[in-house]
């Protein structure tokens, strides 16, 4: 099993980044995938999922509206599409498969088993 992120970068406040996260070994159909981000200095949290069960999609509170997470079943892809970035958005950002095919509201890093190596996104002027 693999997660690889591309698609981060240095951005400036209000632009917007699409994130990848191209799985292999299982399929994301499955499963639901996770999107989390960790600041320097901080801890990690659950930024959006996508679920098999209904509703299919999450977001936590600070990135709804903005952030929109997406699969492409096709190319066993999810991505992270991220509009009105704002500086507080910079953070490493993490793709992961949950250990079911729901998502975990609690966001515990418990519920995911495999874990991508990461992107930087800077939102920064």
């Known amino acids: 099993v693999q997660l690889v992120e591309s698609g981060g970068g240095l951005v400036q406040p209000g632009g917007s980044l699409r994130l990848s996260c191209a799985a292999s070994?299982?399929?994301?159909?499955?499963?639901?995938i996770g999107w989390f981000r960790q600041a320097p200095g901080k801890e990690r949290e659950g930024v959006s999922c996508f679920s098999r069960s209904t509703p299919s999609t999450y977001y936590v509170d600070s990135v709804k509206g903005r952030f929109t997470i997406s699969k492409d079943n096709a190319k066993n892809t999810v991505y992270l599409q991220m509009n009105s970035l704002k500086p507080e958005d910079t953070a490493v950002y993490y793709c992961?498969?949950?250990?079911?095919?729901?998502?975990?509201?609690?966001?515990?890093?418990?519920?995911?088993?495999?874990w991508g190596q990461g992107t930087q996104v800077t939102v920064s002027s």
């Open positions: 992961a498969k949950a250990t079911n095919y729901y998502c975990s509201l609690s966001w515990s890093a418990s519920g995911y088993d495999y």
């Open positions: 070994g299982f399929t994301v159909v499955n499963y639901a």
